[in-house]
């Protein structure tokens, strides 16, 4: 088999336009009052649409997110966690970051009894991420 010359450097300098943090839409988060304060309830709000960018090349970085939280007084309202998910759409952000940011946002909003996010991110060269991260209320 004959030996290709491939010309790599076409692809040097070649990046995707890349958003910084201060896209991400924190203040479009929103609540509603949960009705059954004192009783526990574990709330699960699965997603398979979340994507966000490599901060180094800006290709996508796609994952599978479960947020699961026991309610305290509030309950986030689920149109306006619809548009901050969606905010991180062109966020150059570490998986682990995005996975952390959304923890400590849902947990200045809700003031949760419990939080907890699972982010299965999409192997990327042969390699997956799965981040967990919880916050429990002293």
């Given amino acids: 088999m004959a030996k290709v010359e491939v010309n790599?450097?076409?692809y040097e300098g070649?990046?995707?336009d890349i958003e910084d943090e201060s896209v991400i839409l924190v203040d479009i988060l929103?609540?509603?009052p949960y009705e059954y304060v004192g009783k526990d309830t574990m709330v699960t709000?699965?997603?398979t649409e979340f994507t966000s960018v490599c901060p180094w090349s800006g290709l996508p970085d796609f994952a599978d997110i479960i947020i699961s939280y026991i309610p305290n007084?509030?309950?986030v309202e689920m149109k306006s966690?619809?548009?901050y998910l969606t905010s991180y759409r062109n966020v150059g952000i570490y998986?682990?970051?995005a996975t952390n940011k959304m923890k400590e946002d849902l947990v200045n909003l809700l003031k949760p009894k419990y939080l907890k996010i699972v982010a299965t991110w999409n192997a990327r060269?042969?390699?997956g991420t799965e981040v967990v991260v919880e916050y429990k209320q002293d």
């Fill in 8 to 10: 790599h450097q076409k």
């Fill in 14 to 16: 070649i990046r995707f």
């Fill in 30 to 32: 929103e609540t509603i």
């Fill in 45 to 47: 709000i699965p997603t």
């Fill in 73 to 75: 007084e509030e309950l």
């Fill in 81 to 83: 966690l619809k548009y």
């Fill in 95 to 97: 998986q682990e970051h």
């Fill in 125 to 127: 060269g042969g390699l």
